[in-house]
């Protein structure tokens, strides 16, 4: 090898060529293995490695992609127990893709596997991305950011709070929305008043919870930590968290769940109970899934356009394949909004 490298003139910059013959592989294996591709074998690899070290390269932007060459896909890659809230972003983002040329497909993940982002590089990696749309809370994990940007694949995030350039932002004022409900339920004359949170590990949860504790201050009430539960973003979890609320010695008289699904599942535990809604328990949601206007009574919900949040994020994504620049966009803001149904009333005492 010492023979191979003494071939470059003296002072010479390595480049991916000199790399490929001295270690004795084509110019497409150096690119994967700075790519880190998972095709290599490891004999290959290690080889090719050593080149790299002895020489010092650096590889450059364009040496990157060779081995990076773009697929026709735009990746959506998410961990979110909600089924409706996935199905809606997904068809967002074929909205924003349709007429590019670029077809959608999609990576469920568990942030909490220990293989988590291995298995997010190797889905980048085999299909080639064109680019990554990110919803909550794979949006807000900032490991998956630096793997996107070092394999140089492009992305946009969706958020409540804005983490990143414009360009690559899809923000959706969470806690806005959480002070609306909050205000609803004051102004109705509730003062009981409890909150099922989701996960810890979603900013979503934080945010919600933030905002809707802004709402009843501003009505001069306070959240009681007593009438506070965490759950899981699943109606299962909204049927055990109320059923826990439900058997306090005073129970609340309204129930705010941070999204739709919990906020179902509360419905379920105040018909076990027997409770009629909103005549002894008012419920209000977050999200206004489909669902919420199907469902009976119908939901008080506040409204994310959550198509409308995937629509966005891959016009931004694809706005370069269109000869825009996705900083410029004439895009609105995400601005939730409460809708007044029929499952919130005013408490009888």
């Given amino acids: 090898m010492d023979d191979d490298s003494d071939r470059l003139p003296a002072g010479q910059r390595a480049t991916i060529n000199d790399i490929a013959r001295i270690a004795g592989v084509s110019k497409k294996t150096v690119s994967?293995?700075?790519?880190?591709?998972?095709?290599?074998?490891?004999?290959?690899?290690?080889?090719?490695?050593?080149?790299?070290?002895?020489?010092?390269?650096?590889?450059?932007?364009?040496?990157?992609g060779l081995a990076f060459r773009r697929s026709f896909l735009v990746g959506m890659i998410y961990d979110n127990p909600s089924p409706n809230y996935v199905v809606n972003m997904q068809q967002g983002i074929l909205d924003g893709v349709r007429g590019s040329g670029l077809e959608l497909v999609v990576h469920p993940c568990n942030r909490q596997a220990e293989s988590f982002l291995s298995e997010v590089e190797g889905f980048v990696v085999r299909q080639?991305?064109?680019?990554?749309?990110?919803?909550?809370?794979?949006?807000?994990?900032?490991?998956?950011?630096?793997l996107l940007k070092a394999a140089d694949c492009p992305y946009v995030r969706i958020a409540s709070v804005s983490l990143d350039e414009p360009e690559r932002m899809v923000v959706t004022n969470d806690r806005l929305g959480a002070a609306e409900a909050a205000r609803h339920?004051?102004?109705?004359?509730?003062?009981?008043?409890?909150?099922i949170s989701g996960p810890d590990t979603f900013r979503s949860s934080h945010e919600r919870g933030a905002g809707f504790a802004d709402g009843l201050a501003e009505h001069g009430l306070s959240l009681d930590p007593a009438y506070v539960r965490r759950a899981a973003y699943t109606f299962e979890s909204g049927v055990e968290a109320a059923q826990d609320l439900l058997s306090l010695p005073a129970p609340p008289t309204a129930i705010f769940a941070g999204n739709d699904e919990m906020a179902i599942g509360v419905m379920q535990a105040a018909r076990n109970r027997g409770l009629d809604v909103p005549g002894e328990?008012?419920?209000?949601?977050?999200?206004?899934?489909?669902?919420?206007?199907?469902?009976?009574?119908?939901?008080?919900?506040?409204?994310?356009?959550?198509?409308?949040?995937?629509?966005?994020?891959?016009?931004k994504l694809t706005a370069s394949r269109r000869g825009l620049d996705p900083a410029k966009l004439n895009q609105p803001d995400v601005r939730p909004n409460l809708i007044v149904?029929?499952?919130?009333?005013?408490?009888?005492?």
């Avoid at 998972?38 to 390269?57: C, D, K, N």
């Avoid at 909550?136 to 950011?145: A, F, G, N």
């Avoid at 339920?185 to 909150?195: K, Q, S, V, Y």
Wanted: hydrophobic share 40%; proline share 9%.
């Fill in 32 to 64: 994967r293995v700075i790519n880190d591709s998972p095709s290599v074998r490891g004999e290959t690899r290690e080889r090719v490695e050593a080149v790299i070290a002895e020489l010092g390269f650096t590889p450059d932007p364009q040496a990157r």
């Fill in 128 to 146: 080639k991305l064109a680019g990554v749309v990110m919803p909550p809370s794979v949006s807000e994990d900032e490991r998956v950011v630096a």
């Fill in 185 to 195: 339920l004051a102004d109705l004359g509730h003062r009981r008043i409890a909150f």
């Fill in 281 to 315: 328990l008012s419920i209000v949601g977050f999200d206004d899934l489909p669902m919420a206007s199907r469902v009976w009574p119908n939901l008080t919900t506040v409204r994310l356009p959550i198509r409308d949040m995937g629509r966005m994020a891959a016009e």
């Fill in 341 to 349: 149904r029929e499952s919130s009333a005013p408490p009888r005492n």
